[in-house]
């Protein structure tokens, strides 16, 4: 691939277009997206972020990031464990996602802070975070790289980084897993969502995302250190977290 470009799905193309497409994507779905999220994993995805933020270590007063944050899942599960002595803060490049989440948080009656930002860019002081999180957003940042090294910079030390994202499934599962993916996954979206393509470009993201050992590399390169994942659902999902020591 030619450094002027970058993947959307199996297409390659410029930085610009892909982060228009993102937006495209996002735009579309959000208004489904929880549904769909239930749909498409059986209600998994509920423990697989619980288990996210089991495997924090955050505690009452801790402060939390969560990055490409959408709907709110794991914000709603952090501000509980945070409580009102800590803080959560939300944020999302796609506008459409996060007044979802913001307002799904305040239904709940929790208020924090909602950021429209770019995850290569975050507008916040180093060392400001105990804990940063994204989930199943990493895949559709442009460059991994400035994203991972903006989280390491905004944590303080003895912080943790939670990456929560598809993976690298188990040989076994992995034909099934494929069928699912391009046949099941494409025609849910156009029934519930009315968006085939969208569907599609998330099992094509899914296939062009860092397995498990290339993430856990991409991680030590940003400089977090004591970096190891853990796979869900037979590699289906893996969480990888790493420190700033």
Known sequence: MSDDKTHFGY?????????????????SVAGKYD????LMSAGLHRAWKRFTVAMSGVRAGSR???????TADLARLFIERVG???????TDINAAMLAAGRDRMLNEGWLVPAVQCNAEALPFPA??????????????VTRKDAALGEMRRVLRPGGVALILEFSRVAEPFRAAYDWYSFNVLPRLGKLVANDEASYRYLAES???????????????????ERVEWFNLTAGVVALHRGYVL
Do not use: W, Y
């Not at 549904?35 to 239930?38: G, H, P």
């Not at 060392?127 to 559709?140: E, K, Q, T």
């Open 11 to 27: 297409e390659q193309v410029p930085p610009a277009e892909k982060a228009r497409r993102v937006r495209g994507v996002f735009d």
């Open 206 to 224: 899914i296939r062009m995302h860092p397995d498990q050992s290339a993430l856990k590399e991409l991680m030590q390169r940003a400089g977090f």
């Open 84 to 90: 009102p002595t800590g803080s959560v803060v939300l």
């Open 35 to 38: 549904l769909m999220n239930d």
């Open 64 to 70: 939390v990031l969560d990055v490409a944050g959408g």
């Open 127 to 140: 060392r400001s975070f105990d804990c940063v999180s994204v989930a199943f957003g990493l895949r559709n």
